[in-house]
């Protein structure tokens, strides 16, 4: 009888532990995510240091970026859903999606020639922002208050931000620099929305890998127009390589894992914690010490970003309190 217990006992443990490892682990896992997305802004700066086009660090990436997601499509056995009626109908919106992409990407890394990693990449991840007011305009999706709040905030903190590094010694052209940072993330927001709805009903790897094919041969097509060099040494090759299979691969599959798992607004909040990394890795791999007024500013536009994340949950709680 006791034995019988004690085995009982064994077996209740068992199934506590194994609930609390699938309660943390998206959590667990959306840390790794935001450790490898940090690392993308500090890699560019280390590329162009082997003077490298951004518009060429950008082909390359979402090149690499692409074959692995195709190689991860015929794993999953996805591959079907490029033929399918449905996606042949969407192809415009898919092009637009890499393209949209790709000018993200090449103006992103073009900002960290002239700003810091602390400045772009927190100008860069307002993306949220520009998602609730392209949201408001083209989907009449509502903000309230908070939400409105928020975006205010983050646009004054950008501001702020941009115009304090004027005389900063780590900015070369502070303006040009945030201009760039905000087109990138004005992009991308685009490209969320467009993907958005095509993702509802269609999987992941296909569309992901799609998109980035479209982004590189997209650049290809600038590049050889600017008569930019196709070649560089090794070393930035394999920062390159390093730069897909982290931030794009490793860090955006498990952004989309944590989606399922946990809340979009807390994913969204926890997001922002990006620009830190990306500060922390500047100031260790590159010797980016930012101002203390420079920190300041980029706080403000994270708290701008976190209350307009967290008022797009609470419209949500609002709308099903609603509907019950």
């Not at 890699?43 to 997601?69: C, H, K, N, P, W």
């Not at 794009?248 to 989606?259: D, K, M, P, Q, V």
């Not at 920190?295 to 509907?323: M, R």
Request: net charge positive; proline share 3%.
């Amino acid at each position: 009888m006791l034995n019988a217990e004690k085995l009982g006992m064994v077996q209740m443990k068992k199934i506590r532990n194994s609930t609390w490892i699938k309660k943390y682990i998206p959590f667990i896992l959306l840390f790794i995510a935001i450790i490898a997305v940090s690392f993308a802004a500090p890699l560019v700066v280390l590329i162009q240091e082997y003077d490298v086009s951004s518009e060429i660090v950008a082909m390359y990436r979402t090149l690499f970026a692409g074959i692995g997601a195709f190689v991860i499509s015929i794993m999953n056995k996805d591959v079907k859903w490029l033929k399918s009626e449905k996606t042949i109908k969407r192809y415009h919106w898919i092009v637009l999606s890499g393209i949209l992409l790709g000018i993200h990407f090449a103006t992103w890394f073009l900002s960290l020639r002239f700003i810091s990693v602390a400045i772009s990449t927190t100008l860069v991840d307002t993306v949220p922002i520009f998602m609730a007011i392209f949201g408001f305009l083209f989907f009449r999706e509502r903000v309230n208050w908070i939400g409105v709040t928020g975006i205010v905030i983050a646009i004054v903190g950008s501001v702020l931000l941009t115009l304090s590094t004027s005389q900063s010694s780590d900015s070369i052209n502070p303006l040009l620099g945030g201009i760039l940072a905000v087109i990138g993330a004005v992009t991308v927001s685009f490209y969320f929305l467009i993907g958005k709805k095509i993702l509802k009903d269609s999987p992941l790897w296909p569309y992901f890998g799609v998109v980035n094919i479209v982004s590189a041969v997209a650049l290809m097509f600038y590049n050889l127009v600017q008569r930019n060099s196709f070649v560089f040494p090794g070393k930035a090759f394999l920062f390159i390589i390093l730069m897909a299979l982290g931030p794009s691969l490793i860090g955006h599959a498990t952004y989309n894992y944590s989606l399922r798992k946990i809340p979009a607004f807390i994913v969204g909040t926890v997001i922002v914690a990006e620009p830190i990394g990306a500060t922390i890795l500047g100031i260790v791999f590159l010797d980016q010490i930012p101002e203390l007024i420079t920190l300041a500013y980029a706080l403000i536009v994270i708290i701008g970003i976190g209350l307009t994340s967290i008022s797009q949950n609470l419209k949500k709680t609002k709308e099903e309190l609603g509907a019950e």
